[in-house]
């Protein structure tokens, strides 16, 4: 099991670029997590879906993020126009029924310059 | 809504010692789950130790276990015989079991520093 598979590691871009994060879960897993972690509000959950839809997602801080999760194999969160203030580390968890907890991937370091 | 609170931002211990970290959390629900999280500098999120709030045992993996107080709503996580390797961040988690694929709630952290 390669674990839940984060892509990229690090990302830098330039201020009103867009950038997409992507996320491979686990197989078999039915629950995929997004969530930002930052020194000033720790770890935040952006969104989260089951079997593929989208149950909440009133952690996205503004309409210039989006999520999908077009299949159990693969989600996106895409941030448009990026701003300084979205540079973060992004996370991704993905669970199964949800007693044994989530596994995290290694997480995207995004800088938005 | 659930939250969970970690008062002790840092922590140190000297190796070899045992070491506790303390979490409460809020919450009107009577099934849910519990987790310690370890965060390295890699930045990894590395599951500890986790608690189902039916079962009265405290949980227990190696080094690491825990005191689990229902009534207090109180979650700490022991460390014992502590390693240099076990420098870093730690987040007690909350996690609903009455609705299913439910979101994991975090606290702030505590930052653990081992001495050598």
């Known amino acids: 099991d390669a674990g839940v598979i984060q892509s990229p590691r690090h990302e830098v871009t330039e201020m009103g670029q867009e950038v997409t994060l992507r996320c491979k879960p686990i197989?078999?897993?039915?629950?995929l997590f997004w969530y930002r972690q930052t020194m000033m509000r720790g770890l935040e959950l952006l969104i989260y879906f089951n079997n593929n839809v989208p149950i909440d997602d009133s952690g996205m801080p503004e309409d210039r993020f989006s999520a999908k999760m077009p299949n159990a194999s693969f989600s996106t969160l895409k941030i448009q126009p990026s701003e300084p203030r979205d540079s973060a580390v992004y996370f991704c968890?993905?669970?199964?029924?949800?007693?044994?907890?989530?596994?995290f991937g290694s997480g995207t370091r995004l800088t938005v310059v | 809504a659930q939250t969970v609170t970690q008062s002790q931002p840092e922590m140190s211990v000297q190796e070899a010692e045992t070491v506790t970290l303390s979490c409460t959390y809020d919450?009107?629900?009577?099934?849910?789950?519990l987790f310690w999280y370890k965060q390295p500098p890699s930045r990894q999120m590395i599951l500890v130790i986790r608690q189902e709030a039916y079962k009265q045992q405290n949980a227990t993996e190696n080094r690491f276990s825990v005191n689990f107080q229902k009534a207090a709503k109180s979650f700490s996580l022991k460390i014992s015989d502590s390693q240099l390797g076990d420098a870093a961040m730690y987040f007690c988690?909350?996690?609903?079991?009455?609705?299913?694929?439910?979101?994991?709630?975090f606290g702030e952290g505590t930052q653990l520093t081992v001495n050598p």
């Open positions: 919450t009107s629900e009577s099934d849910y789950y």
């Open positions: 197989s078999g897993h039915n629950s």
């Open positions: 988690a909350y996690r609903s079991a009455e609705t299913s694929g439910s979101r994991l709630t």
């Open positions: 968890a993905s669970s199964f029924r949800g007693a044994r907890g989530y596994t």
